[in-house]
């Protein structure tokens, strides 16, 4: 039944754990609304068939609707409706909240490519590896226009932004290579702008963390943006370590300690995932999107107790260095010893740098 | 047209027709009769009709390739914000209102014209000229951002989008001013002792259009200046790398182009309601439910715009809150429905052309609005938003019920317009092609859209092939049926047979009254005692009350 019914209405195989119950709920919705027109339509004929006018002049009596048979059907209607938003709104509401655990990988969309950088510092274009089984949260953001990444067997979308973060996050549930489209109107090439997400089984996953990306596809986000900045070439590689340089070069830790002491801003220490009482007495969730925030738009949103002096980075930061400061913040969400030692490390070769010698070139196309 | 040697009223011997009483391109150019503005503005829509279907037909043939087949991508982005433009601006908001609505409105209210005839005559003007500038800027400086103009990419794009805007802005100037003439006009102009709630329900739709129109239109007209300064001036206030926010745009825009779905598809309504009792010769089942929901539609409809927004990135509470008040929508439609089922169930059936259109828009309005409560399901529409699904889904509103109406109101109207008949064999014909065509085109786009394939893509994944062809394909029997149609109307205007006063045997006002009606619509008191939808008495007492 679930095969036929995801056939007949040419469904892509579900391949997240929203998928299935996403598509319980799209059956459900669609069998009534194929009921409901079918059912109007067929009625029209058939009064007509059973009344047909006599006379071009028959006369007829007046005939109004009870208030009880009027009242019966806006209660049925709206109790379906209900039902619908309930669990829509439920599903929603899953979709929207990713588990403490998930791995995060950061998105860069442009026009009209998508760049996923990782913890450890990989980075690639166009096509995300994902061990199958794990939580992935994608933070994302766009360097030019509005995108959005789609993959129809997640059955998930997420508009990409500038100057925000948003986020998006899935558990695949097979290995296989799905496709990733552009889903927000972003210029000629809108629809060239593709990828894939590729799930491997944990094992597959494993070897293809140790192997060094020498697959073609890969260019480091953020260590080109390392080398344009003159950075250290052969320094560390993990995107926590070099959010802790940009942290000391930006001048962030000037005002925010990282080891739980108050200053003049809020310590960064168990900061991730925390909830924050705010000046004006919202409480906010400190995940990608209110830091990054807080970054462009330091007025936005005062913690309680603090006074709004920062200033705003807002044109200052690359997105590679906010992705790579979220991480460092995100490393000390556990307290001042950076979480990032769990985190598999690479053996970053020489030769990898020189690849990414040729990313400034490309970053200008 | 008409010639007085034959009255077929008495009447015309006293004032003759509206087509008749002056011949002259001048008459015609600077008429302020609302028939005559009417009949101008039904022209020039369906010339603007026609044009957007022929974009419309240019992407359906691009799209029987997954590559390149006709035009290239830029080209496809172009035709497709093209024929968005077109047909939502230039054919949507003004067709039923500025055409049936400024012809028929005076007359179902018992007066002489519209409250401000000159400002009437001034909005066709303005329309116009905004349909040139909008036409010309797009068509020469070339236009990709879709009807929408999302930012930053449209504030940022070297396009005309500034001319285009302005084009807009102009036309919005017309809307206005044709909702505040009608709103004036109901409140104002009412024959002695017609109440409110006697008003024939086409006379509610008008209403709640235009209280629409006027509330919504500056909203727009303020967005897109703002757009046009962002574009043109670098204000950079939808601009994220200036501490601009792109998604306030989104905002500003579904804050006007949700209620301007409503400015589309309550007009269609009012047509139905209109058709469906005459068709049907019955009262409403319920007149209060549909001139309430109308009502309902126009407010409520208002407060969802943020159902467009579900993946921009909006906070979990204000999703809700926006998918339960569109949840609240679909029940005033789902009243409409049912109020005209049950007034066929009781009726005296006669099925005509206009009634053959009323069907199908049943159909359609009921699947086109069914999967609108489908997509305001937060979680369905992550997978259905800016997918085949969405694109199926509104025009299964915007041409499978207000086209259809719009074509049922048409030849219903027709022997009011024109005072002859159209070839009634050739209409039914011509309503199912139209049908089977539209079904044939759109629904394999919610297909489509189930199966991933995004909206405004030149090119796509081969495995969405079969569908986009059989969609191609239902693309020509629309044509087919609309070209027909086109074809037997303009033999019905000039070689029709005469129709009579009112050959379908209604009791609406608008049929109280010669075909084609005298210049000042009643030659005497406006026959209004009996109601408009009163099939209890002999048509003889209407005149004798």
Known sequence: ?365 | MTTAAQPIDPFEAIEPSYLVAGRTARSWLLTTDHKRIGLMYLMTVSLMLAIGGIFALILRIEHLTPGQTVVDAMTYNRAFSLHGVIMVWLFMIPSIPASFGNFLLPIMIGAKDVAFPRLNLLSYYIYVLGAIVVLVSMLAGGVDTGWTFYTPYSSKAPSAVVPTVIGIFILGWSTILTGINFIVSVHTMRARGLRWMSMPLFVWAMYGTSIIQVLATPVLALSLIMLGLDHWLDWGIFDAARGGDPVLYQHLFWFYSHPAVYIMILPAMGVISEIIPTFARKNPYSYKAIAYSTLGIAFVGFLTWGHHMFVSGMSLFDAGAFGLLSMLVGIFSAIKVFTWVWTLKNGAIYLATPLLYAFSFLFLFVFGGMTGVAVATMSLDVHWHDTYFVVAHFHFIMVGATLTAFLAGLHYWFPKLTGRRYSERAGLLSAVLVFVGFFATFFPQFLLGNAGMPRRYASYPPEYQVLNVVSTCGSWILAIGLLATLIYLVHGVYGGARSGDNPWTSRGFEWRTSSPPPTHNFVTEPPLAIGPYDYTVPEEVIHHV
């Not at chain 1, 009625?43 to 047909?52: D, E, K, L, T």
């Not at chain 1, 995060?104 to 590896?129: C, E, H, I, P």
């Not at chain 1, 290995?175 to 109107?185: K, L, N, R, S, T």
């Not at chain 1, 250290?232 to 000391?248: C, D, F, Y």
Request: net charge neutral; hydrophobic share 45%; proline share 5%.
């Open chain 1, 1 to 365: 039944m679930e095969e036929l019914m995801r056939t007949l209405l040419f469904l892509p195989p579900q391949a997240s754990t929203m998928a299935r119950q996403v598509d319980h709920l799209h059956y459900f919705v669609i069998v009534v609304t194929m009921i409901s027109s079918f059912g109007v339509y067929i009625a029209a004929f058939w009064f007509n068939a059973r009344n047909r006018r006599r006379g071009h002049d028959q006369l007829t009596a007046h005939v109004y609707a009870s208030g009880r048979s009027e009242a019966t059907m806006i209660i049925g209607f709206l109790a379906l409706f209900l039902v619908w938003w309930l669990i829509g709104y439920r599903q929603f509401v899953q979709m929207a909240q990713a588990p403490a655990d998930a791995m995060v990988v950061y998105v860069t969309a442009k026009q009209w490519m998508w760049k996923f950088a990782y913890a450890n510092g990989r980075s690639a274009n166009d096509v995300l590896t994902v061990p199958v089984g794990q939580p992935v949260k994608l933070a994302m953001t766009s360097r030019d226009v509005i995108h959005s990444f789609y993959v129809p067997g997640f059955r998930l979308k997420q508009d990409v932004l500038p100057g925000r973060y948003t986020t998006l996050w899935f558990e695949a549930t097979a290995p296989g290579v799905y496709p990733i489209f552009c889903a927000e109107y972003c210029g000629v090439a809108h629809s060239r702008m593709r990828g894939e997400v590729v799930v491997l089984s944990a094992e597959d996953y494993a070897v293809w963390l140790r192997d060094d990306g020498r697959d073609g596809s890969g260019v480091g986000v953020a260590n080109s943006e390392r080398l344009r900045d003159g950075a250290n070439q052969t320094g560390p590689s993990q995107l926590v370590t070099l959010g802790a340089q940009i942290a000391e070069r930006r001048e962030c830790v000037a005002c925010h300690t990282i080891n739980g002491q108050t200053h003049i801003g809020p310590t960064f220490s168990r900061l991730y995932g925390s909830w924050v009482t705010l000046a004006d007495g919202r409480r906010v969730l400190a995940g990608e999107a209110y830091l990054t925030r807080s970054m462009m738009e330091p007025m936005s949103d005062v913690v309680a107790g603090y006074k709004s002096v920062m200033p705003t980075y807002q044109g200052l930061l690359p997105e590679p260095e906010v992705a790579a400061l979220v991480e460092f913040i995100r490393s000390l969400r556990d307290g001042p010893v950076p979480a990032g030692v769990t985190l598999p490390r690479l053996t970053v070769s020489s030769q990898a740098d020189a690849g990414d010698a040729r990313a400034p070139e490309e970053e200008k196309k």
